[in-house]
């Protein structure tokens, strides 16, 4: 059964970079899309961006200009770089994977999800 | 503010039913693309419950129901417990946005 677990600094200093892990196990991190979302304390979910194992990506609008997602297939890892942070910033960070039945992706669903991690932008 | 809209809140009695509704618009739901459901437990990370509009899950209850029209989709929870309170959330896809949204979420309380 797959699992995911996320990792990294739960501090990060408001105008610097949060760097976040995903390790998958129990599965390979090959053949499928794999998605960062975040939900703020006392709110809902924003899905921020995903990768493919190929390392194609695509990101959500309101965060692309600081986002970057990157894959390493070797340790069946995906990370997730969000610079220039605020205190807007601040939230449970979540690694999730994409599946779906009928091939076309914008119809995927995300059946697995890690149990979170806190990022929070404090001075 | 959400691209896909929720009621805040919805409640019932233990053993009633209750519906909760996701409105999107015609560069989401209104699209065709499907809407999944996921529900949020308290200080637990949210767990899929319906896809593919109204899909279940191995594992999850019949009690748990989903169904889409148009611009909106649905989800029914029939035979409410105590164990079912808790944040539930649509997503479909946005073609504007080229790329996945939630809805704001939907607090359900058992009465």
């Known amino acids: 059964q797959v699992q995911l677990q996320e990792s990294g600094p739960g501090l990060v200093k408001p105008s610097e970079t949060l760097s976040l892990t995903c390790t998958v196990s129990g599965g390979s991190i090959s053949s499928y899309y794999w998605s960062w979302i975040r939900q703020p304390p006392g709110k809902g979910l924003e899905w921020i961006g995903y990768?493919?194992?190929?390392?194609?990506?695509n990101y959500n609008p309101s965060l692309k200009s600081r986002v970057t997602i990157s894959v390493d297939t070797s340790k069946n890892q995906f990370s997730l770089r969000l610079s220039s942070v605020t205190a807007a910033d601040t939230a449970v960070y979540y690694c999730a994977r994409h599946v779906g039945s009928s091939g076309w992706l914008p119809h995927y669903y995300m059946d697995v999800w890690g149990k979170g991690t806190t990022g929070t932008v404090s001075s | 503010q959400s691209v896909l809209t929720q009621p805040p809140s919805v409640s019932g009695a233990p053993g009633q039913r209750v519906t909760i509704t996701c409105t999107g618009s015609?560069?989401?739901?209104?699209?065709?693309?499907?809407v999944h459901w996921y529900q949020q437990l308290p200080g637990t990370a949210p767990k899929l419950l319906i896809y593919g509009n109204s899909n279940r899950p191995s594992g999850v209850p019949d009690r748990f129901s989903g169904s889409k029209s148009g611009t909106s989709a649905s989800l029914a929870i029939t035979g409410l417990q105590a164990e079912d309170e808790g944040d539930y959330y649509c997503q479909s896809y946005d073609s504007s946005l080229s790329g996945w949204v939630f809805g704001g979420g939907a607090k359900l309380t058992v009465l």
């Open positions: 015609s560069s989401n739901i209104g699209a065709g693309y499907d």
């Open positions: 990768i493919y194992y190929s390392g194609s990506t």
